[in-house]
């Protein structure tokens, strides 16, 4: 049976927007008058979607941003209103029309009669399948609001550590480009234009001066090849890493460069103890919890590090063992977890883990941003230092010589 989306007028003069079921378009349309709507527009799902694509700005899904916000929305309205008014709410709210239809799809769903959970799979691109796992929890518990309440600070959360690791790795990058960028203007523009003028002199330019020389010229000749050959590195690499072995090598190298690798098993040991924390709150299975955050990791190693905890934890084996044997986690997320099985508050311990791998995170990054600044900083002086050199060594040697 198709989806058809629709525009609709209720008997108040408020417009709405969602999808429902029909056989046909007539069968839509029919549905939607025994509801006395007044039919303003009925069209496939699918035509609704190949709008979308075509697009330019369109989004077929809500993005992270959007998701956590309407979380939070959804939080604080569903203790005050019933959710069919807090969808509609919040959908019609919202400037922008993708929101805007992916949150009518599900509140369309909600007036049909389908639970919250169960109207979010007609989007599984904007509502992970964790998410409607924990909404449908609290459907089950009658603990919406606060369920709602956790998953809202905890992709908040979420959001915060990505946006710390953003600006981590975002100011020595483009620190680095800059720099890289200086070099090439310099050795291809302006030493080539310099070093004209010793071609007529007789005399051996000293070695530095010949060696800038030859690298300006072949940059300044090849830099079109250099580029096209970086291009087919990346197109290369990119088709390299969609093999899982190579992947798999690739993702353990990157946990093992000093600062990156600390960085990114910090972030995804905080961001398990948060949800899992939040897991256990909500009175969810910890295996089923693992078994979908698993599915969401980019790092093949964390990945399955993830996977092997569960495959440990479904023969009866304990989180923090578990946790121990994967040999990924830090030693106080595992102490932390053992702390509290053993006592009985274990979201309790897995939400200090997180604040406190947060914290870590913040100072380590801190302190290796301080040190790796002015390690590019000197790198860049050194560089330009040498090209100076280069320069000068020459119009000194002239100078001697006709000194003599």
Same mark, same amino acid.
Request: hydrophobic share 45%; no cysteine; glycine share 6%.
């Given at each position: ?18 999808? *429902? %079921?029909?056989?046909?378009?007539? &069968?839509?349309? #029919?549905? $939607?008058?025994?509801?006395? +709507?007044? @039919?303003?527009? /009925? ?125 981590? *790795? %975002?100011?020595?990058?483009?620190? &680095?480009?800059? #720099?890289? $960028?200086?070099?090439?203007? +310099?050795? @291809?523009?302006? /030493? ?213």
């Amino acid at each position: 049976m198709p989806d058809y989306s629709y525009t609709v007028i209720d008997p108040k003069g408020r417009e709405k927007t969602g999808r *429902l %079921a029909a056989d046909s378009n007539a &069968a839509a349309r #029919a549905k $939607l008058a025994e509801r006395k +709507l007044y @039919i303003v527009k /009925v069209e496939t799902a699918q035509g609704v979607e190949a709008k979308d694509r075509r697009s330019l700005f369109g989004r077929k899904r809500l993005r992270t941003k959007e998701l956590t916000l309407f979380t939070r929305q959804l939080s604080s309205l569903v203790q005050v209103s019933p959710l069919e008014e807090a969808l509609r709410t919040i959908g019609q709210q919202n400037e922008k029309p993708h929101v805007r239809d992916r949150i009518g799809s599900v509140h369309s769903g909600v007036i049909e009669g389908q639970r919250l959970s169960e109207a979010m799979r007609r989007e599984p691109g904007s509502f992970p399948p964790l998410y409607r796992a924990m909404i449908s929890a609290g459907e089950s518990s009658g603990t919406l609001p606060d369920i709602t309440e956790r998953l809202a600070n905890l992709l908040e959360r979420q959001a915060e550590m990505r946006g710390k690791l953003i600006s981590a *790795l %975002a100011y020595p990058i483009i620190l &680095a480009l800059v #720099a890289i $960028l200086v070099v090439a203007l +310099l050795m @291809i523009a302006v /030493v080539p234009k310099v070093v004209e003028q010793f071609d007529d002199v007789n005399q051996q330019l000293p070695f530095v001066t010949r060696l800038v020389i030859g690298i300006s010229d072949f940059l300044a000749n090849w830099w079109g090849a250099i580029l096209a050959g970086f291009a087919i590195l990346i197109v290369i690499a990119w088709r390299a890493l969609k093999e899982p072995a190579i992947k798999y090598r690739f993702d353990g190298f990157l946990l093992r460069i000093p600062f990156l690798g600390r960085l990114l098993r910090d972030l995804h040991a905080a961001r398990l103890a948060r949800t899992l924390s939040t897991m256990v709150a909500s009175r969810l299975p910890i295996l089923e919890g693992l078994r979908l955050t698993s599915r969401t990791i980019n790092n093949a190693v964390l990945q399955k590090a993830s996977e092997d905890m569960v495959e440990a934890i479904r023969g009866g084996g304990s989180l923090s063992k578990a946790l121990k044997n994967t040999g990924v986690f830090p030693p106080m997320l595992v102490y932390l977890t053992a702390s509290g099985e053993a006592s009985g508050q274990l979201d309790d311990m897995l939400a200090r883990a997180a604040d406190y791998l947060e914290r870590e995170f913040d100072n380590f990054s801190s302190t290796a941003l301080s040190l790796l600044e002015p390690i590019i900083i000197v790198l860049l002086g050194g560089i330009v230092a040498v090209v100076i050199l280069a320069i000068l060594l020459p119009i000194l040697q002239l100078q001697n010589l006709a000194g003599l």
